[in-house]
């Protein structure tokens, strides 16, 4: 069975430019989380969707938006790039009514210069 | 202030030693606790998950201890082996669907 992917792998942008990652869940997850991970940081949560919808998010600006489609695969997209954006985005399904285990994806690694 | 605390922030072991990882948290209520290992530029991984009635669990070479009352938790690693090297993530889960609360993790790096 595969597992959380995500695209692309790397992706080097310049500031003001936009950047838009892919993710297709497990298999029968509903749910797709969003994280962000600067270099030597933490997990910090983005983004939950589940069902097409957004659930939750975290303490990022509006220019960090995403979606769900009807698959329950998802899109982040971040407009206006800045250098502090440079991280590597994670993304996890689960099953809705047990969420307690994240399966996540490889990550996208975001560069921007 | 992050709801969940880890220490040591990092640490040195040879290899065969073993080492105890440490979580502190005020997520409350509380659901369950989780550790995840993350291997460099790799996602995480689940070791193991601690519910409010368990004390211990047990995962190979990876032991982890709850203790709900005072709201710690430890990951003890025994005969550490060199693919031990990653960032161990202590995750907590309140009653808030989908905003766990992530630890900023050990990183752990063990030499022959």
């Known amino acids: 069975e595969a597992g959380v992917t995500q695209s692309p792998t790397h992706l080097i942008k310049t500031r003001g430019q936009q950047a838009t990652l892919r993710c297709s869940p497990i298999s029968g997850h509903t749910s797709v989380y969003w994280y962000q991970q600067a270099l030597g940081l933490g997990l910090q949560f983005l983004l939950w969707y589940d069902e097409g919808e957004e659930r939750n998010r975290g303490n990022f600006p509006p220019r960090f938006s995403g979606r769900q489609f009807p698959n329950y695969s998802s899109e982040l997209n971040v407009n206006a790039l800045e250098l502090e954006d440079s991280a590597l985005y994670l993304c996890a399904s689960s099953f809705y009514v047990e969420p307690g285990e994240l399966f996540f994806g490889e990550g996208s690694r975001l560069t921007v210069l | 202030k992050n709801q969940v605390e880890q220490s040591p922030q990092s640490l040195i072991i040879l290899e065969g030693k073993n080492c105890t990882l440490q979580?502190?948290?005020?997520?409350?209520?509380?659901?369950?606790l989780r550790w995840y290992k993350q291997d460099t530029g790799r996602g995480p991984v689940s070791l193991t998950i601690?519910?409010?009635?368990?004390n211990t669990k047990s995962n190979g070479r990876y032991t982890a201890t709850l203790d709900a009352d005072t709201k710690q938790s430890s990951l003890h690693i025994t005969a550490s082996q060199l693919s031990d090297s990653a960032s161990y993530i202590c995750?907590?889960?309140?009653?808030?669907?989908?905003?766990?609360?992530f630890g900023a993790g050990t990183q752990v790096v063990v030499t022959p």
């Open positions: 601690m519910t409010f009635s368990e």
């Open positions: 979580c502190n948290y005020t997520v409350s209520p509380f659901s369950n």
């Open positions: 995750v907590v889960r309140g009653d808030s669907w989908g905003k766990l609360q």
